[in-house]
């Protein structure tokens, strides 16, 4: 949850990039970090295996601007997408203000996205929350690929609640600052409800 | 399991905590002594900071504790509340304080294991009375947050880059 810090009148937010292996989660933050003036961001620490796909998170601080006399900050983690990480993917998900899911478009990932929110869903449960009260929204990446599934039909399997969602290619950057600023948005939103996510 | 509560810092507890962790820098004779939260969020550093990456070593910290926190679960014990790193030149201390806040100890060959663990157990009984404060102080009604203002232009704004 938010960590609203009036002595240093900061406030730090987590958002956390969820979805099935080589989704592109890590791509998402790759991208963010390149295109992110240095002044407004740390450091992209990758926490991967020797073959690059991410063992435990990645994480990246950015710094938003100022919103009515605070610095709002956002912390950016991705989990591991591999299925047999379960037990980190629950960690990260501890202390979530908001959630990207980002589907892999391809056909042939369609189980594995499905399967992937299914648990998305019950690792937020178990940490008390529930998917359809938190911000959340959807990015369906890889657009740029031949065998993709139309846009209607992701939507129609992973965004029955219609929450934003995005077209994304996050190897170009496609979508990527989108999904962003809408799932800050719902953030932000959220926080002026005093729920503090 | 229930979620965690909303963290707020005042400045009346900041200064308290700021105190705390400046004594233990002196007392433990360490190079840096900081309190992350843990979500990974900073809350109070001190000693010789400025060359460090906080942030960065705030999140892996709240990784660490929490990777810990799930081997506990597994092992059916509470918590590991302590970690000790031994590297060449530099160790670090990590002490779990109220299963709430993490207080971590950096120091070299000026300092001892024996001399930290000690202060820590001083500095963590007294984190732990001003967090628990600070969480009362957060649930009593009237606590608004300062966010209830912000208009859609103010979160418009933040993206006009």
Do not use: W
């Not at chain 1, 992110?36 to 938003?64: C, V």
């Not at chain 2, 105190?19 to 939260?37: R, T, Y």
């Not at chain 2, 000026?110 to 649930?139: D, H, T, Y």
Request: include cysteine; hydrophobic fraction near 40%; proline fraction near 3%.
């Amino acid at each position: 949850m938010s960590f609203i810090n009036y002595m240093a009148r900061e406030i730090n937010c987590k958002i956390v990039y969820y979805g099935p292996g080589l989704c592109g989660k890590t791509t998402n933050l790759q991208y963010i970090y390149e295109r992110t003036n240095p002044s407004a961001k740390g450091k992209l620490i990758s926490l991967a295996t020797e073959t690059e796909r991410t063992l435990f998170f990645d994480f990246l601080p950015l710094n938003l601007g100022e919103i009515r006399g605070f610095k709002a900050r956002f912390q950016l983690y991705t989990v591991p997408g591999q299925v047999f990480y379960d037990a980190s993917r629950k960690l990260i998900l501890k202390g979530v203000d908001g959630v990207v899911f980002v589907a892999d478009s391809q056909y042939e990932r369609t189980e594995a996205n499905i399967e992937s929110l299914e648990n998305l869903r019950t690792n937020l449960s178990e940490q008390g929350y529930q998917l359809d009260k938190l911000p959340y929204v959807v990015q369906y990446n890889k657009r740029d690929l031949p065998n993709v599934a139309d846009v209607a039909e992701l939507r129609e399997l992973l965004n029955p609640t219609n929450v934003p969602d995005f077209e994304g290619v996050a190897r170009t950057g496609v979508g990527v600052f989108d999904t962003l600023k809408a799932v800050a948005k719902l953030v932000l939103t959220e926080l002026r409800k005093g729920g503090g996510a | 399991m229930a979620r965690d509560q909303q963290m707020v810092m005042y400045e009346e507890e900041f200064n308290q905590i700021q105190f705390v962790v400046d004594k233990l820098v002196k007392d433990a004779n360490a190079k840096v002594v900081f309190i992350v939260d843990k979500n990974g969020q900073l809350i109070a550093a001190s000693g010789d900071v400025e060359n460090l990456d906080t942030t960065s070593l705030a999140s892996l910290t709240a990784g660490n504790i929490a990777a810990t926190g799930g081997m506990a679960k597994l092992l059916r014990e509470d918590e590991f509340a302590t970690q000790f790193h031994e590297g060449t030149k530099q160790n670090v201390h990590i002490q779990l304080v109220g299963n709430r806040v993490i207080l971590v100890v950096i120091f070299d060959a000026r300092s001892s294991l024996g001399l930290v663990r000690l202060r820590v157990k001083k500095a963590s009984e007294e984190l732990n009375r001003i967090f628990e404060a600070l969480l009362k102080k957060v649930q009593e009604p009237g606590a608004d947050t300062p966010f209830a203002e912000i208009s859609d232009e103010d979160i418009d704004n933040l993206f006009n880059d």
